[in-house]
C-alpha cells in the first residue's frame, strides 16, 4: 500500500493506493474489486445531513457481501483539512453529521496476515446533494 499525501497553502491531501508486485492471484483480485466497490459505496453514501456512521456502514455492508468484514479493522474515513487527521471520523456508530463543506477521506480497507492488505483512500468534499471526489489519481488494481 503507498499511503501519500501533500501539503499545500495549510491544507493536506491523503490518498493511499494499492500497488502488488507481480502477478496478482484471483483472490487477491477479488478482494481488490470488493474494496473498491465498498470505497464506491461509501462515496455514493456522502451527502449533508447524513450521519458518519451511515458512511460506514455502506462500506462494510458491501464487504459482509464479500465475507470479508472480519477483515476491516479500521474505520472508513477522517475529516482532512490543516492537519491529516481531524474531525468528522466516518466510523462505526458515529452520530456526527456530515455538513456541506467538509472535506473527507474514503478509505475502506482490508487486511490479511501474512499477506498484505488493501485499501483505496480518495479525498472528498461534501456539497448539498453530492459528494465531489478531489483525487484524480486511477483507482484501477496496480500489477508491476
Not at 470479508?68 to 475529516?79: N, P
Not at 482490508?110 to 498484505?116: L, N, R, T
Request: aromatic fraction near 6%; glycine fraction near 10%; charge should be neutral.
Amino acid at each position: 500500500m503507498l499511503d501519500v499525501g501533500a501539503i499545500l497553502g495549510k491544507y493536506c491531501s491523503d490518498i493511499t493506493r494499492t500497488v502488488y508486485v507481480g502477478k496478482a492471484p484471483a483472490r487477491v483480485r477479488l478482494w481488490y474489486q470488493a474494496v473498491k466497490e465498498a470505497q464506491t459505496a461509501a462515496i455514493e453514501s456522502v451527502e449533508p445531513g447524513r450521519s458518519c456512521g451511515e458512511v460506514d456502514a455502506a462500506a462494510r455492508r458491501i464487504l459482509a457481501s464479500y465475507k470479508l468484514d472480519r477483515y476491516f479493522i479500521h474505520s472508513t474515513g477522517h475529516g482532512l483539512g490543516l492537519e491529516v487527521h481531524e474531525e468528522p471520523r466516518l466510523a462505526r456508530g458515529q452520530k456526527t453529521q456530515l455538513a456541506s463543506g467538509n472535506v473527507i477521506t474514503v478509505e475502506p480497507g482490508v487486511y490479511f496476515a501474512g499477506v498484505g492488505g488493501i485499501r483505496i483512500e480518495d479525498d472528498v468534499v461534501v456539497h448539498e446533494g453530492r459528494s465531489e471526489v478531489l483525487t484524480r489519481a486511477s483507482r484501477d488494481f496496480i500489477e508491476l
